[in-house]
């Protein structure tokens, strides 16, 4: 996948410690879940183990993340049955980008100090 390449290009410059970590966790997972996804003899034994590769802490939040978890998880399956189709990556990366996006709101965003909403 080529999103697994960028990933490892990014950490490799990237100057924060914590985020370079991130980022090359994110790798591990997306190797792990390319592997599954070669590897599992169906959808479901597939599907099970792709929920914990650590998506959250000890998994314990995946729950919240799963629509958008469950679209990586069908993006790279699919992408993995086929030979280096540009909407197959196009699909993987679209379905990555929106499961950072809502694994950031409801993950990074819950330690956030809680601020009122406008009133009209």
């Known amino acids: 996948m080529h999103l697994i390449d960028e990933l490892e290009q990014r950490a490799a410059v990237e100057p ?30 597939y599907r099970r183990a792709a929920r914990r590769l650590g998506w959250t802490a000890q998994d314990a939040r995946t729950g919240e993340i799963s629509e958008p978890l469950n679209r990586l998880l069908d993006a790279v399956r699919e992408a993995q049955g086929q030979v280096a189709d540009a909407a ?27 601020v009122p909403k406008p009133v009209d």
Do not use: H, N
Request: glycine fraction near 2%; proline fraction near 4%; charged fraction near 35%.
């Open 16 to 45: 924060s410690l914590f985020r370079a970590q991130l980022l090359r966790e994110d790798v591990m997972r997306l190797r792990k879940l390319a592997e599954l996804a070669s590897s599992a003899p169906d959808v479901e034994t």
């Open 88 to 114: 197959a990556e196009q699909r993987v990366r679209e379905a990555w980008t929106e499961l950072t996006r809502v694994r950031m709101e409801r993950l990074i965003g819950c330690l956030s100090t809680p």
